[in-house]
């Protein structure tokens, strides 16, 4: 006994239920997947892929021998030669184990199956042909490598195109196959196709399994029925319900249905006792079991087809497991089938007329009365075999002409071919309609009368040619008749033939000449308009009426000779504007000339966008309006040049212009003409001139300040927004006139140093003055000096720290201080070279830093004390405390200054 499945090294005992004793086992792992490929023909088949049609069925087995191994099938690839023609809608593939090794009849299966992929798109535009094409499925299928197995694709699209094909191997009736054109129809279902003798070439892709070969030994008790079968691991136990199944010896109590008829396929069920296991089925000979499914214990549901030839009568039913076999006598009967009537040769005869007449069809053994309708006698007839009877008849003289059945019955029945034969009598021409037709005109006439039964044959005359005749019913043929370039244009008779003799119908038919139309002139008008129109062409003698569309009245036309019609014809004010075409129609048929007379309306102009334009500037504009087809103009004016235009729709053109740069601002009328009128869009576009800037003032500042700076220059009027670079945000601005705007800036304390463009836009365009407006360095900010104070006389260096020292231009220390020269060391420190004067006045003095853009001042930064000698003693040391005194106060004057700055 062998078991299949993974992880199964390590098993430590296998179970097989009550009354079963394993004996002994031996576990055998295998792993990774292999490929097997079935078929190396090169036959290229339409099918699976039969897409020609919009629903397709393939069924196919392929035999336990040359799948070869066992194992979950994963993927299946077929070798696909030729692409499909669109993409499979709805691709089916199912699997299932088979016992048959091909198909005995042309029947599907229809039960059993395992769906592996269900795709509702399936591009094929990926597929590299020729090639092998793989379809991973989404529900593995567990081969078991004893079986045969069977496989069923479909197909389910919703229209047809071209067939894809796929290589082929040739085998005795290994596929059935059917299509059709249900448009999604449900094809998984279907009865039955066509057998055939090949299968397609396929890769089967497995994943290996592991498996346990174990010797068991079942108790002579042991109840029959499924049981669990289960395997234990270290890992854990694993159990497949119902995985065995005890057998005994099978009986049958019924058999339903327990008859029919031959030729049938149906299903049959089969109760009884201790039914699993079972192998075989039979219904005895000329019975086929075509398949058969074990659903219980007790019951067995079978497939089976009737041979058409089967003897009729009761057979036994038996079925086969292992145990042993059971047999219900006389448990199914074979009933003669009903008969059928599928053709009769030759299928009509003449009034008075004795014949022999073979009727062609199925399970005629037996038959015991043959019928050919009313005034037909049935002298005598053999049946030759049970598919085919020899009648031989007499037609009255007096036979109603006309159509009748014919009927066969048998043991089984009676089966009639409803107007199976024909009498026939000589052919009577009423009508012939359409009666006339145009040389090179291929064309479907019906010709009425009576006794049309059995024509073989009509004429229209002299080169014309009967492509087929359609015999609609005893007073009715259709005939479809090509009437040649050169076919002379007159009438003709029409001849009708049938065995009986000639109908004839003088000059039933007239041959015309094809008519053509050429020109309309003049090929346009206006809503509104009368007018005379000339139609010219070929072949419009035989004109009855001329067409020009709706909204246009014909009101006369005169056909002046064979080329050429004079019609008058009124547009009317309501017609739809546009191209129609003109037509023609003579008594051998219409001739059409495709939109070649226009109607044009007055246009009319809604908007134009952009509406204005600047001096010296081209551009291009789109006009919105209505009727604008056909525009043959387009004007704006004196120095506005149109360089082109283009009517895109009805509703739009685009126009390209050339603005003169001397032209004058100021609106201008727009207008449109068409065929159909001018129509005028008044101050439509407006000429601008383009803003100028001459000069800002205040045309600098520093970072932080918020100041108004008037702009001058001209054509402000209307300005939409004026711009001061990165940096500096506007925050209001006022047009004074056309040459004068107040903006109100305010400099970001990080705004760049360094000059930037000023701006003002108008609808016009944008004006600027490069480098109008630059952001200068903040005002030098003194903090400290070292020394602070020196004598009369004295020469110093003075070190001056504080900030915004960059581009010092200047350095003072006030009145009698005279600074000989300065370094910048950086923004925050100069050192000055002074000289104090001998008669200097004591007493602080205000220090100031200048720059190109501001001067930073700090007030009694500097003291000048007198020069010491001659003074006594005690007047120094006053003087120095008192100096000592004032530089503190000095120090804390300056101390408290850069706090104030801070």
């Not at 379809?135 to 694709?153: H, K």
């Not at 065995?244 to 089969?270: E, N, R, Y």
């Not at 009577?428 to 009368?449: H, K, N």
């Not at 209307?718 to 601005?733: H, K, L, Q, R, Y």
């Amino acid at each position: 006994m062998t078991i299949t499945g993974n992880y199964f090294t390590g098993t430590t005992s296998v179970d097989f239920g009550p009354g079963i004793t394993t004996n002994s086992f031996v576990v055998t792992p295998l792993s990774g997947p292999s490929q097997v490929q079935v078929g190396t023909g090169t036959a290229a088949v339409t099918y699976p892929f039969h897409t020609w049609y919009c629903d397709t069925r393939t069924q196919s087995i392929l035999l336990a021998s040359e799948v070869g191994q066992s194992g979950e099938i994963q993927k299946l690839r077929l070798y696909c030669s030729t692409r499909p023609g669109q993409n499979l809608s709805h691709f089916y593939i199912r699997m299932q184990h088979a016992a048959m090794t091909s198909f005995s009849s042309s029947s599907f299966v229809n039960s059993g199956w395992t769906t592996v992929l269900q795709a509702t798109n399936v591009n094929v535009a990926t597929w590299t042909v020729p090639g092998w094409v793989e379809f991973e499925f989404t529900t593995p299928f567990d081969y078991d490598g004893v079986s045969n197995l069977l496989i069923d694709y479909c197909v389910d699209n919703t229209y047809y195109t071209s067939n894809g094909a796929c290589y082929s191997t040739t085998a005795t009736n290994r596929t059935v196959y059917a299509y059709s054109d249900l448009y999604s129809g449900d094809l998984l279902n279907r009865g039955s196709g066509t057998l055939a003798s090949w299968y397609n070439n396929v890769v089967l892709v497995l994943e290996n399994a592991d498996t346990i070969e174990a010797n068991i030994t079942i108790d002579g008790a042991a109840t029959p029925g499924y049981r669990d079968v289960s395997v234990t691991t270290p890992e854990g136990t694993d159990t497949e319900l119902d995985g065995f199944a005890v057998l005994a010896m099978p009986t049958i109590s019924s058999v339903s249905p327990s008859q029919a008829a031959q030729g049938q396929t149906l299903g049959a069920t089969i109760t009884g006792t201790n039914l699993l296991g079972v192998t075989t089925v039979g219904f005895g000979s000329g019975v086929t079991v075509n398949s058969f499914s074990v659903d219980s214990d007790a019951q067995i549901t079978a497939s089976i087809t009737i041979s058409s030839s089967a003897t009729v009568g009761a057979r036994d039913v038996s079925v086969t497991n292992a145990a042993g076999t059971a047999t219900l006598t006389s448990g199914f009967t074979v009933n003669q089938a009903p008969p059928t009537i599928s053709s009769v040769n030759p299928n009509q005869g003449l009034q008075g007329q004795t014949l022999d007449v073979t009727i062609w069809g199925s399970y005629f053994t037996g038959a015991s009365a043959i019928s050919f309708g009313p005034d037909t006698t049935v002298n005598s007839y053999n049946i030759n075999s049970s598919v085919q009877i020899v009648a031989n008849i007499t037609i009255g003289g007096s036979a109603a002409p006309g159509l009748r059945n014919v009927s066969v019955t048998t043991p089984g029945g009676t089966a009639t071919l409803t107007n199976g034969f024909a009498v026939l009598a000589l052919p009577v021409i009423d009508t012939v309609d359409p009666g006339y037709g145009a040389q090179g005109e291929t064309l479907d006439v019906a010709i009425t009368g009576a006794n049309l039964l059995g024509v073989t044959g009509v004429s229209f005359g002299i080169e014309t040619t009967i492509n087929s005749i359609t015999t609609d019913s005893d007073t009715q043929i259709t005939v479809r008749v090509s009437i040649s370039d050169t076919s002379p244009i007159v009438a003709r008779n029409v001849n009708v033939i049938n065995p009986a003799g000639t109908g004839v119908k003088v000059n039933g038919f007239t041959v015309l000449g094809m008519p053509t139309v050429s020109e309309v002139s003049p090929s346009q008008a206006a809503q509104g308009q009368t007018m005379n129109v000339i139609i010219t062409g070929t072949y419009l003698l035989e004109t009855t009426s001329v067409n020009f569309g709706y909204g246009v009245d014909v009101n006369s036309f005169n056909v002046d000779n064979a080329t050429q019609i004079t019609a008058n014809v009124t547009v009317n004010a309501w017609a739809t504007p546009g191209y129609r075409d003109v037509s023609v129609t003579t008594m051998a048929a219409a001739a059409t000339k495709a939109q070649c007379f226009g109607i044009f309306a007055p246009p009319t102009i809604a908007s134009i966008s952009p509406g204005q334009g600047i001096q010296g500037q081209t551009l291009s504009f789109i006009i919105i309006g209505t009727h604008l087809i056909g525009a043959t103009s387009v004007d704006l004016g004196s120095d506005i040049a149109v360089t082109s235009f283009n009517v895109e729709s009805d509703t739009q053109a685009r126009v390209n212009i050339a603005i003169s740069g001397s032209a004058a601002s100021g609106p201008r009328d727009v207008s449109v003409t068409t065929p159909g009128g001018t129509a005028t869009k008044a101050d439509g576009f407006t000429v601008l001139l383009k803003p100028t800037i001459d000069s800002v003032s205040p045309s600098r500042a520093i970072p932080g300040e918020t100041l108004d700076v008037t702009i001058s220059g001209d054509c402000f009027t209307n300005a939409t927004s004026v711009s001061f670079g990165s940096g500096i945000t506007v925050n209001d601005f006022t047009v004074n006139n056309s040459r004068e705007i107040v903006a109100n800036i305010t400099l970001g304390v990080n705004a760049t140093i360094g000059p930037r463009n000023v701006s003002v836009t108008t609808p016009a365009a944008v004006g600027s003055l490069p480098d109008g407006f630059a952001v200068v360095i903040p005002s030098p900010d003194i903090a400290l000096l070292t020394p602070a104070s020196g004598r009369q006389g004295d020469k110093l260096e003075v070190i001056i720290t504080g900030a915004n020292f960059t581009e010092a231009t200047a350095v003072s220390l006030g009145a009698g201080v005279t600074v000989d020269s300065f370094t910048v060391d950086s923004a925050t420190q100069i050192t000055a070279q002074i000289t104090i004067g001998a008669n200097a006045t004591p007493g602080t003095r205000d220090v100031s830093v200048n720059t190109p853009e501001a001067s930073g001042t700090t007030a009694d930064g500097f003291e000048i004390q007198t020069k010491a000698g001659g003074i006594p003693m005690y007047f120094w040391l006053l003087a120095g405390g008192i100096a000592a005194a004032g530089l503190m106060g000095l120090a804390f004057v300056i101390r408290r200054k850069k706090q104030a700055a801070n």
